[in-house]
């Protein structure tokens, strides 16, 4: 075999081989995501997750009835953009298609994850226009994009109450 076959060839095997790594990540996920470790899901389901965390968020902030409106199209954004990543971890658990497909299928769950990231963007704004000094505070605190993971609702994010 001619010497700039082999290298070819070595080439494709390793472009192949860095492609199935970038897709299914350092912990077996989608690269990035910290939902997966060694194949499966490591912080459990994110729709469960984030009812929880939404339900101790509006306690802390203690939402009044003149704010229930911009509080629950928060929620729900919130909520919409977990069921986004159950659907997506679904998807890549069981990956059919040729490269190309699950590739096309990927981008196809990040630009979705951005239209869900943009909801909740803007009904954050909605909500945060209604909140008080001290509730924007706690929210500044606690909220989406204050830290750890999509919304910071990630896992032990919420100390228990005390008192």
Not at 37 to 46: E, I, K, R, V
Not at 63 to 85: C, D, H, N, R
Not at 124 to 153: H, I
């Amino acid at each position: 075999m001619k010497r700039s076959v082999k290298i070819t060839l070595a080439a494709a095997l390793a472009a192949g081989l860095a492609a199935t790594a970038y897709a299914h990540g350092p912990f077996g996920g989608m690269p990035g995501q910290m939902g997966y470790m060694h194949g499966g899901p490591m912080f459990g389901d994110p729709s469960a997750r984030a009812e929880q965390h939404l339900a101790d968020l509006k306690g802390r902030l203690n939402i009044t009835p003149a704010q229930e409106s911009p509080w629950q199209a928060f929620a729900g954004a919130i909520k919409k953009q977990a069921q986004t990543m159950v659907a997506m971890r679904a998807s890549m658990q069981s990956p059919a298609g040729t490269t190309i497909e699950r590739m096309d299928q990927r981008i196809a769950f990040m630009k979705l994850g951005l239209d869900n990231m943009q909801a909740v963007d803007s009904a954050a704004k909605q909500l945060y226009a209604v909140l008080t000094t001290e509730q924007k505070a706690t929210f500044d605190q606690l909220g989406p994009g204050a830290g750890f993971g999509p919304g910071r609702f990630g896992p032990g994010r919420f100390a228990p109450r005390r008192g």
